[in-house]
């Protein structure tokens, strides 16, 4: 029982905001596919799979963020107790767990067509490649976006096997949705991350968070505006697409860079976020 324990804490699968995070994008993209493709079907199928590769990818990147991270981990009041970082279990193990998951992630891959296997191969390479970043370029909060996001080109790819403007729009608006939260999820951590010389937006915009989040919440919506032009109206997509809205800019209201538990609090506000532009978008499909 001991050791379920510490693999569900290092795969964070108690903490389901992660893996959410990480599947709500697909979600969008199966949705705004299934609006030029109504078949309905695949999209329920393919829905159910995304989900599950959300949660093992994502369980993977935690162990992987983990051992690159052990001794920096060792050094955060709020990652200090982390299994790798506390020691109650091997790198060994670790890697091994990550293979499992990874295994398991390419046995649902390989249930798509040969153009989205492609894509979901390169975004391993992104995936891994994320935990060296915030070593190198204050920026790692925008190479996160890149990467959490890239389920969105997937989705559209597994239902209209082609690329379009429409999804890259998507695509980028959920960057810098990406970017604008995971600063707030950063500014938990600035004090632990500036004395061991760790690098991100919410440092670089500590002295006015609220200032850089808005701005990324701005261009989210400026990019969802220009998407979805042709549906906004009287209508109940754009009544969810406000309350889509208004749950971003909460964010920065609720958030206090001098309280922590308020940025952890905005954070966890995106999972609502992701499920009510999903139904936004599906909205549009009945």
């Given at each position: ?216 919440y701005i261009i989210t919506l400026i990019l969802l505006c220009v998407l979805f032009k042709e549906f906004l109206g009287s209508n109940f997509f754009s009544l969810l ?46």
């Amino acid at each position: 029982m001991n050791h379920i324990n510490i693999f569900i804490q290092l795969t964070r699968l108690n903490k389901p905001i992660g893996y959410m995070l990480l599947f709500w994008p697909c979600s969008w993209g199966l949705a705004l596919a299934f609006l030029l493709n109504r078949d309905e079907i695949n999209f329920k199928y393919f829905l159910v799979l995304f989900f599950l590769g959300s949660v093992l990818m994502r369980s993977a990147g935690c162990i992987i963020n983990d051992i690159v991270d052990k001794d920096i981990d060792k050094k955060v009041r709020r990652t200090k107790d982390r299994p790798l970082a506390a020691d109650k279990i091997s790198i060994f193990q670790s890697l091994i767990y990550s293979g499992i998951l990874c295994s398991l992630a390419f046995l649902i891959l390989i249930q798509f067509n040969m153009f989205t296997i492609i894509l979901g191969l390169f975004s391993m390479l992104l995936a891994f490649s994320y935990p060296f970043m915030k070593r190198i370029t204050y920026w790692p909060q925008l190479f996160l976006g890149l990467t959490f996001n890239w389920g969105i080109v997937m989705a559209w790819t597994s239902m209209i096997n082609g690329v379009s403007l429409e999804v890259f729009l998507l695509y980028f608006a959920a960057i810098f949705w990406t970017l604008g939260y995971d600063t707030i999820y950063g500014l938990q951590d600035i004090v632990d991350d500036e004395i061991i010389g760790m690098k991100s937006t919410s440092i670089k915009f500590k002295k006015n968070p609220k200032l850089f989040v808005s701005c990324c919440y701005i261009i989210t919506l400026i990019l969802l505006c220009v998407l979805f032009k042709e549906f906004l109206g009287s209508n109940f997509f754009s009544l969810l697409f406000f309350v889509f809205l208004s749950s971003l800019f909460y964010q920065i209201y609720v958030f206090n860079l001098k309280i922590p538990s308020t940025c952890l609090r905005a954070f966890k506000i995106n999972n609502f976020s992701g499920i009510l532009l999903f139904l936004s978008i599906i909205s549009l499909a009945y």
